[in-house]
């Protein structure tokens, strides 16, 4: 079957993918529209014209697209630096499949201010995103064109979406509240096939052309907005009121209850611990897992981000942990280096710190509405008692591999970091993701204090 696209067309695509790849530029082309079998086909159009090692192309059924893990499936397919991704439909399909019912209206408004936002996400870190709608009639005299459905609804050509209130949310209410400066639409109207995959071809390179050409703005300097309570301010000292071990095994038994419910919910946990060096997080961690069934959760060290991980917006690397529907995963460490050791190390901008509480949010708040439940802890110590642990480490034989170099450089730089913390505390502190400040002296009570928030969460969310 020849191409439909003309060669100096292709040939211009083509010098589009190296020049992308030389200015390490990923670029997002998100396809929408009434009629799954038109989207398909102007896709494998195009993909025949670029270079196969730079594409990747990803259909999201909207049928299947319902659980704690949605938005962040969109994010994990994103393309790498230099890199073309296609998405044969999107978040949008998602939403509209979700509330395209009149009594959904405010959801549906709420949902589409976290899309803004996350596309607001994807382009300020460097993703060119471009949005087509391609505007088909179901029973338009082009259609046959494009294949046809068959006497059976397959995923190859249907969308399990009923068009016309598709085309009615998505040109009364989305169309318009997402058309933004940052990531606005593209209409093409589906017409003939070769017609609408060169009209499509042509929309994509002039948007490529542009962004390449575009300089980034230099964004202003802005301080993070701090407008919630700081949980470290009035922190108690932790005690042991009850027994330790009655305390833990009684707590650890509530647990594996609990846990055993959120695996008959639709919700998901999310537990991330920060903290400072020695605080004591490898320990709190052990104890919360020595409660739950292995099967049931998983836990994240976040660790120097890899090659791979490098190619992506910093957010990508922790979509692949994020806990499916009944499942549990637990970070050591999280997504607020970039508020902390990134920007202290000079490993981030000042203007990416400068909007990291915002993108953070955003990113906390679009798992919490999907159905993650999100514990955040901060394990606090003194100064003193930090030098304590350290010391004891170095002088330890069978827990000198846990103090390196590192800890010791981090602790000379103890100040900075400390009023990160309360910055980071003051712009995240949100209702959907509240800080956990525990007073970590007492390693035991650090532990019980865990344990015990964690099932007095799962209690209230899980009847709620």
């Known amino acids: 079957m020849d191409a439909l696209i003309p060669s100096g067309t292709v040939a211009r695509l083509n010098r589009l993918q190296q020049r992308l790849l030389q200015k390490q530029m990923p670029v997002l082309i998100l396809f929408e529209g009434s009629s799954g ?3 398909g086909r102007v896709c494998n159009e195009l993909i025949r014209c670029l270079e196969p090692r730079g594409v990747s192309y990803k259909h999201f059924d909207p049928s299947d697209q319902d659980g704690p893990r949605t938005m962040l499936d969109f994010l994990q397919h994103t393309p790498g630096k230099g890199q073309i991704g296609l998405y044969d439909r999107s978040w949008y399909s998602s939403m509209i499949k979700k509330c395209n019912v009149k009594e959904k209206e405010k959801e549906l408004d709420r949902m589409l201010d976290i899309c803004n936002d996350f596309e607001r996400y994807l382009t300020d870190n460097g993703v060119l995103l471009i949005k087509i709608v391609l505007r088909a009639e179901p029973s338009g005299e082009y259609v046959q064109e494009y294949g046809s459905g068959g006497p059976k609804r397959s995923f190859l050509s249907a969308d399990y979406i009923d068009p016309l209130e598709y085309r009615d949310v998505m040109f009364d209410r989305v169309y318009v509240r997402t058309d933004t400066e940052y990531a ?36 202003p300097l802005s301080d993070i907005e701090r407008i919630y309570s700081n949980p470290r301010h009035g922190t108690e000292s932790c005690c042991v009121c009850t027994p330790y071990e ?16 959120l695996s008959l919910s639709d919700r998901s946990l999310a537990v991330c611990f920060e903290g400072w060096d020695a605080a004591g997080k490898g320990s709190c961690i052990k104890h919360l897992c020595h409660a739950l069934n292995p099967r049931g959760y998983e836990v994240f060290q976040t660790k120097a981000p890899s090659d791979e991980e490098m190619k992506h917006t910093y957010l990508w690397r922790f979509c692949g942990s994020a806990p499916r529907k009944g499942h549990i995963t637990v970070y050591d460490r999280t997504w607020y280096g970039r508020m902390m050791v990134e920007h202290v190390e000079g490993l981030c901008t000042d203007e990416e710190y400068g909007r990291s509480s915002s993108e953070i949010n955003s990113f906390e708040h679009l798992m919490a509405d999907s159905g993650t439940i999100i514990l955040k802890f901060w394990l606090d110590i003194t ?16 827990k000198q591999w846990k103090i390196t170099d590192d800890d010791w450089r981090n602790r000379s730089k103890w100040d900075e970091y400390d009023v990160h913390v309360d910055t980071m505390m003051e712009s995240t502190n949100t209702q959907y993701a509240r800080w956990t400040v525990i007073e970590s002296g007492n390693k035991k009570c650090a532990r019980v204090k865990v344990l015990q928030t964690v099932v007095e969460t799962l209690e209230k969310e899980l009847n709620d």
Do not use: C, Y
């Open 184 to 219: 606005p639409w593209n209409s093409i109207s589906a017409r003939g096939v070769g017609e609408t995959v060169l009209k499509t071809a042509h929309t994509i390179i002039k948007a490529v052309e542009d962004g390449l050409e575009r300089k980034p703005a230099a964004a």
């Open 383 to 398: 100064r003193e008692e930090q030098l304590k642990r350290f010391e004891k480490r170095k002088n330890d034989p069978l």
């Open 37 to 39: 079998r038109v989207i």
């Open 246 to 261: 009655d305390a833990i095994n009684e707590l650890s038994e509530k647990l594996g209850e609990l846990q055993m419910d």
